[in-house]
């Protein structure tokens, strides 16, 4: 951002996990950005969201609807709410002129998100959705590859997202995306990142998909012989990889105090986390859930200029950066979310990139610099009035939505989607 320029000034609209994430960006950067306002119903969340900005209490509200029923008061507004909590305070807050981050996915349905970007293109309004995979440096490093021509046309491409088992258990087992009905698909929870990516990468939305995937592994017929439903009281937790009492007490006693322990507790003592694995519902045995949502699923993309992609998402390996073959007519390119490597046919010889690394591919590692590159660009374009710098803009987001909609009906019906 050009230097000289005031700080863009922010409201924040949920304060879990993201909503801290990029206010800590704007504490960061206070050349750049400052949150002057909150609004979150956990009072322990929104006290401590509000001291750590200093924001008055005035300004700290427990319902959304209580800063949109102010003068406008602030450049920007970041939504951060759950999935299905996006549409009203996008419509609200676009309508009084407020510039908006929108945390990804949009909504669990196609025609809420045609309501959130007519209303952003209703209103005149910048609208950033939080496809921070986009603006990481390894992104930009591939995304140059690509276009540059060095690679050739390309024919073919193969990704994976290597969930996690922890990550799985913690979040689409045990957690606030378990269930389609109360947030959306595992696609679109976890992997609309993904489709987002390839589109971004190959240069345009998919023409067709076709997927496969269910829940086999996190069900009651596997649960061990002999196990409880809370691995408080169960006599094997000792034994099972997915035990709650051994991954969240190693974060306490590790004093590692972010995501995904800040989603369990509001407190860090052993007394809160002893009450949250008993009671709460990261204590449960991940065979014992209400969940619904696929553990593995494989997406197949035709795209119009020619080029397949094969993606893959599954819950059953270490986690880490998601990993990436691109096959052009002249080379071939493969990644793991930290070195890129070049294969020249006509050389045959192998380049080794290494961009810089940002931190980890991962909520807690500040999606290896995607976190702060969205919050760059976005703060950017507020102060500048342009959206330029903006590379999740509402239509192409959109367009990654209907592909990850249409590869989940597809999935459920067993066809060929045409978008």
């Known amino acids: 951002m050009p230097t000289g320029m005031p700080a863009v000034s ?14 800590r960006w704007a504490l ?9 306002a909150v609004a979150e119903p ?12 200093r924001i008055a209490a005035s300004d700290a509200a427990g319902d959304w609807r209580e800063l949109a029923a102010r003068e406008r008061f602030a450049d920007a507004v970041l939504v951060c709410t759950q999935d299905r909590m996006h549409a009203e305070p996008v419509e609200a807050f676009a309508a009084l002129g407020y510039h908006l981050l929108l945390e990804k996915p949009m909504a669990p349905d196609e025609q809420t998100c045609r309501r959130i970007v007519a209303a952003a293109e209703r209103a ?5 959705v939080g496809h921070v995979m986009r603006y990481t440096p390894y992104t930009a490093t591939v995304k140059q590859i690509v276009d540059s021509d060095r690679l050739g046309d390309i024919m073919s491409v193969d990704h994976l997202e290597p969930v996690g088992f922890w990550h799985q258990a913690h979040s ?10 109360l947030a959306t698909s595992m696609l679109m929870a976890k992997s609309c990142h993904d489709l987002d990516w390839l589109q971004y990468i190959v240069g345009e939305p998919p023409r067709r998909v076709s997927s496969f995937g269910r829940l086999s592994h996190f069900t009651r017929d596997h649960q061990p012989d002999g196990s409880a439903d809370r691995c408080v009281a169960c006599t094997v937790e000792a034994s099972c990889a997915y035990s709650a009492a051994r991954l969240y007490g190693g974060l306490l006693s590790s004093g590692q105090h972010g995501w995904p322990l800040d989603v369990v507790l509001d407190e860090f003592t052993p007394a809160a986390l002893e009450e949250a694995l008993r009671d709460g519902p990261y204590g449960r045995c991940v065979y014992a859930c209400d969940n619904d949502v696929v ?17 893959t998402m599954t819950a059953f390996n270490a986690g880490g950066g998601r990993r990436t073959r691109i096959f052009g007519t002249r080379g071939e390119l493969s990644g793991d979310g930290e070195t890129i490597r070049i294969y020249d046919f006509m050389t045959r010889q192998t380049q080794v990139v290494t961009p810089q690394q ?33 590379r999740s803009g509402p239509r192409e987001s959109l367009a990654s939505h209907l592909a990850v909609f249409a590869a989940e009906r597809a999935r459920l019906n067993g066809t060929v989607e045409t978008l």
């Open 10 to 23: 922010l409201a924040v609209i949920g304060a879990g996990s993201r909503g801290t994430s990029y206010g």
């Open 28 to 36: 960061a950067n206070p050349s750049r950005a400052r949150v002057v």
């Open 42 to 53: 956990r009072q322990v969340r929104r006290d401590r969201f509000a001291a750590e900005h």
């Open 124 to 128: 005149g309004v910048m609208l950033a």
């Open 172 to 181: 689409y087992v045990r957690g606030n995306w378990r269930r389609a009905d």
């Open 295 to 311: 553990d593995h699923q494989v997406v197949a993309m035709e795209f119009p200029g020619g080029a397949t992609a094969t993606f």
């Open 358 to 390: 940002t931190g980890a591919m991962s909520a807690a590692g500040g999606h290896g610099g995607g976190d702060a590159g969205l919050m760059d660009a976005f703060t950017e374009a507020v102060a500048l009035g342009s959206p330029d710098p903006i």
